[in-house]
């Protein structure tokens, strides 16, 4: 049957890794977190001009750092930036010297030189290999160059350019986000479709010493033959052919990292267009060493892909490293066919590095993502010459008798698929066992001490659910589509067995629902989860489907989506009347004073920008929550409804715009004003400028000695607490309303310049987090992973799945959202662990406890993931709770 799993599964292609699209925040020039110990220069003309004043949008000293001197065509006078740490560079801005108008110098051209170690520099070019990028044409505007490719670098140095003896002075800052794999280069054969941004050092037979194209953060398409943004054929891949002379069935790449890690896992993104003779690799052996003087490990680790001659569609393959501990890895990929083509390469590492030693402990499953391509763990040991053929002797009678197992169980699958299309008309019954049942909840002690006082609660039920029936998730056959079909099963699916089951997702389950429980349907249909529904978890589902206990119906719920194609909240409809833009009380803002900078994300029916608002403070008048700007333009993020968006969107955008002017809390994003007088019709929020708490905590480590003398971005425990009092002191305000959020989660945590937490709704919209969503039979797409069983299973959206997902935002604050909730379990282990939770046999697996973490704070948000509803805390409980120990 895991056979079976593994050869029906159909696994969608998955985004980067790190993408630079998405990776595009400010490091530091403005703010002042880059340090003026961290800037130095080839020269400058005074201490007013040095590198210390090159800081984009700031006046200090004379204005600008300034080299010494008339600048010469011939001159290479430059700027240096030390990031302390590798990071992926993906924007440049710059400006040039402004001082309070009585400048007059700029750079028109510069070139930008990198380094990795402090001592290897290389020169940037870009994808057409001119290495002058365009710069400023006046003292005081802002131009910004996408680098494409972007860099890989800790050191940077700005070298301005000039084609005539002139004075130049710059300003600027530097945009990305930190590069965590930590890899330094990547070495192979020279491929035969050329990786033509490498900046290592290429000679006939190798690529030594650099990175290319292979961490640029752009995945290849499905069609290796198409690109994102180069025309020429295969140009997003690196690839090989295993007829090339000195390719001997395999293809050796050397990877080396800036210090020793623990490895976990590594993904390759691989083209598998299988009818031109392109596949993903067959097998990989990856071997291991702690330093670059040392021998390579004698056991290597390999691993064989289940390869797949149905889905031509490209995808990561994720190849389990098994903790071991390198600096450098050797990897050998072998041939499955003509043609072998990669686009991306990335690692999951741990800093702290532990001795390991090679393992053959049996792994759950597999530990890739729904994302990627399921594999069997083999862990062999090295072979000498000698002993290989006679290994392969002795092992010609195990592959036949494999083979012929292997041929036996796809007679035996053929067999069930044809029996389960001709008697199966109801469910599509292909139990999966996803889950072993000897996985382990891994719980950590923590070594902190902080006492969580919290309301007592009545005891747990420890009782098991009586249905006997209720035993598995079941998606139903796509030919059950029909409501008129539907209603005329009703009866016979009220009264099987099958009703038991629980229907995610699909329009069956919401008629079920609607006509014999009068709950709101799924995400499906109304996007309200009912405020006084029945308490199923004192029924069975098969004494659901007969309840009559106080409900909302699905009339009394506002189908609201918002224009990102997420739900900002579900409410009762009590809460919004029917309208128009007659009823809409925010003022209605100037279009043209909104200048557009770069789309944010984009949904179904809209999308969110970057704006620059002229004038809006002042227009805002007294009370406004905009800081003083001194006349100049402030950011805001701007949700605007597409021209072709159906006439039930525009409705919602409306109703939307009247829910969020009601809504005032210090810790929820607030509407400014709208533009609704013509199309398109626009809703302008808060704009925050440290951008969401995922990306803020990813890019932090916990406060230490350490930190604090390598100048690294750290938080507290206390600022970790003090974020979780902000986003429960907003929860609580939303529950105080009736309000349910159902998509709370640190990517909806935004975050302004004071470090104030605003909880939003932008995470679905944007690509970066894409992988944090599940999308079902094509259609929905749901935060699985932040979603209580019950929201899971029935479709019940509460105050108490809001508090079940802070539970999970609070795990992702004192991980400082190093990795995914679950991030072990696939997309339909989730949901089949969802299953355990209702079942409640003690085979639900928990999230484990975070170091970082006080005991009675894990105790809290176990409290959060309690089975019954009830037994979950309240969001004031769990603000009285936190409240206390955040110093004031």
């Not at 403005?30 to 220069?41: N, T, V």
């Not at 029917?578 to 944010?600: G, M």
């Not at 302004?752 to 929905?780: E, H, V």
């Not at 995914?820 to 939770?837: H, M, R």
Request: proline share 6%; with cysteine.
């Amino acid at each position: 049957m895991h056979l079976f799993l593994l050869l029906i599964l159909h696994l969608p292609a998955a985004i980067a890794q790190i993408g630079p699209e998405q990776c595009r925040y400010a490091l530091g020039m403005e703010d002042g977190r880059i340090k003026d110990q961290d800037l130095s220069a080839s020269s400058q003309w005074y201490d007013t001009t040095g590198p210390q004043n090159a800081r984009l949008n700031c006046e200090r000293g004379d204005g600008a750092w300034c080299p010494k001197g008339q600048l010469e065509p011939s001159d290479s006078q430059y700027l240096q930036i030390d990031l302390r740490r590798l990071t992926f560079l993906t924007l440049m801005g710059t400006q040039g010297r402004y001082a309070l108008g009585l400048g007059k110098e700029f750079a028109q051209q510069y070139r930008l030189n990198y380094s990795r170690d402090g001592l290897l520099w290389r020169s940037w070019k870009n994808r057409q290999g001119k290495e002058v990028l365009d710069g400023n044409k006046n003292t005081y505007a802002v131009f910004s160059n996408d680098l494409k490719p972007p860099v890989i670098a800790r050191y940077v140095r700005v070298i301005p350019v000039s084609k005539l003896s002139t004075t130049v002075c710059m300003r600027l800052e530097l945009y990305g986000c930190p590069w965590d794999d930590g890899l330094m280069s990547y070495s192979a054969p020279v491929p035969s479709l050329n990786d033509s941004t490498y900046d290592g050092v290429q000679d006939k037979k190798k690529l030594t010493g650099g990175l290319g194209q292979l961490t640029d953060g752009l995945t290849g398409l499905d069609d290796y033959r198409l690109s994102h943004q180069v025309q020429r054929p295969g140009y997003d891949y690196v690839g090989w052919r295993n007829d090339t002379p000195g390719i001997l069935g395999y293809v050796e790449m050397e990877f080396v990292f800036d210090r020793p890690r623990n490895f976990t896992s590594m993904k390759v993104h691989s083209n598998n267009m299988f009818s031109r003779g392109v596949k993903i690799f067959s097998s990989v052996s990856c071997s291991f060493k702690l330093h670059p003087k040392a021998a390579w490990e004698a056991e290597p680790v390999v691993f064989n892909t289940v390869l797949d001659d149905k889905n031509p569609s490209a995808r990561y393959v994720t190849v389990p490293l098994n903790r071991r501990a390198a600096r450098l890895l050797r990897c050998r990929f072998h041939f499955a066919d003509v043609w072998m083509m990669f686009s991306e390469v990335s690692f999951q590492s741990e800093d702290t590095v532990l001795s390991t030693l090679p393992t053959q402990m049996p792994m759950m499953g597999s530990s890739a993502t729904s994302d990627d391509v399921i594999m069997k763990t083999t862990p062999t040991t090295a072979a000498t010459p000698s002993s290989t053929a006679s290994s392969e002797d002795g092992n010609t009678p195990v592959l036949i008798g494999c083979l012929v197992t292997i041929i036996l169980l796809l007679v035996i699958i053929i067999v069930l698929i044809l029996w389960c299309q001709c008697v199966c008309k109801v469910l599509e019954k292909a139990p999966r066992r996803i889950l072993d049942e000897d996985v382990t909840v891994r719980l950590s002690s923590c070594s902190d001490t902080i006492v969580l006082q919290t309301p007592p609660v009545p005891p747990r039920s420890r009782h098991p659910p009586a249905d006997p029936h209720y035993e598995r998730v079941f998606l139903l056959d796509p030919q059950y589509q029909n409501p008129a079909m539907l209603r005329n099963k009703l009866p016979e699916l009220s009264q099987s067995a099958e009703a038991s089951a629980l229907l995610l997702g699909n329009p069956l389950y919401d008629l079920l629902l609607l006509t014999s429980c009068h709950m709101a349907s799924g995400w499906f249909g109304a996007f309200g989860g009912g405020y006084a529904e029945p308490d199923v978890t004192q029924c069975t589902p098969h004494q659901c489907f007969n309840s009559s206990a106080p409900h909302y119906a699905e009339t009394d719920i506002v189908r609201l989506q918002g224009v990102t194609g997420s739900n900002m909240y579900a409410v009762p409809a009590l809460t919004v009347d029917s309208l128009t833009r007659k009823d809409i009380s925010a003022a209605e803002f100037p279009r043209q004073q909104l200048i557009f900078r770069e789309k944010l994300g984009e949904g179904q029916f809209g999308e969110v920008h970057l704006c620059e608002a002229e004038g809006l403070p002042e227009f805002l008048g007294e009370g406004s929550p905009l800081p003083d700007r001194d006349g100049r333009s402030v950011l805001v993020a701007v949700k605007q409804l597409r021209a072709d968006a159906t006439s039930q969107a525009r409705n919602d955008f409306l109703k939307e715009i009247k829910i969020m002017s009601r809504l005032d809390n210090a810790n929820i994003i607030r509407l400014l004003c709208v533009c609704v007088s013509s199309d398109p019709l626009c809703m302008v929020t808060e704009y925050m400028e440290n951008g969401d708490l995922n990306m803020f905590l990813s890019q932090r480590e916990m406060e230490s000695t350490l930190t604090h003398a390598n100048n690294i971005p750290s938080v507290s425990l206390s600022d970790l607490l003090h974020m979780a009092v902000q986003i429960s002191s907003g929860m609580k305000y939303l529950a105080s309303l009736n309000f349910v959020h159902r998509d709370l989660a640190t990517r909806n945590c935004l975050l302004d310049r004071r470090l104030t937490i605003k909880i939003a709704d932008f995470g679905m919209s944007r690509n970066l987090y894409s992988s944090d969503y599940y999308r079902i039979q094509g259609r929905a797409v749901l935060p699985i992973r932040w979603m209580a069983w019950e929201s899971i299973l029935l479709g019940k959206f509460t105050t108490a799945s809001d508090v079940w997902a802070f539970g999970v935002t609070l795990w992702e604050i004192f991980t400082l959202c190093k990795e995914q909730p679950y991030s072990l379990l696939s997309d339909e282990q989730v949901i089949e662990n969802s299953g355990e939770f209702f079942r409640n046999q003690g085979r639900q697996i928990f999230l484990y406890g975070p170091p970082l973490c006080p005991p009675s704070l894990f105790e809290l948000m176990m409290r959060c993931w309690s089975r019954n509803i009830p037994d979950r805390p309240t969001f004031e409980g769990l603000y009285q709770a936190l409240r206390p120990h955040v110093t004031q």
